[in-house]
């Protein structure tokens, strides 16, 4: 799993029958700083997120595919949760 931070989002006019419905989003990978590690990739949100949210992303495509409950579905990096900024659960 890596931090990431969603910069923006994708709109197919084709997909996959295992991904209709699924969203798209840019997910660049950041480090604990939030500094960028690495370029944007695509990534099936399973959570909402948003542009702005810092995230999780799974990079593994099996584990990825199951984070949606899509097992077959030809994913590379799912969304799988989103990072509160600290004091937010105050």
């Known amino acids: ?9 994708v709109v197919a006019t084709r997909k996959n029958p295992k991904l209709e419905g699924a969203k798209l989003l840019l997910a660049l990978p950041v480090d604990q700083a939030g ?4 370029a944007a ?3 099936i949100d399973a ?11 799974v990079l593994e495509g ?13 994913v590379d990096a799912a969304i799988v949760g989103i990072v509160d900024p600290p004091g937010a659960a105050d």
């Open 1 to 9: 799993m890596r931090l990431a931070r969603i910069v923006g989002t």
């Open 35 to 38: 500094e960028p590690t690495g």
């Open 47 to 57: 959570v909402g997120a948003g542009i702005g949210d810092l995230v999780l992303l």
């Open 62 to 74: 099996r584990a990825a595919g199951s984070a949606l409950g899509r097992r077959a579905a030809p």
């Open 41 to 43: 990739q695509l990534a």
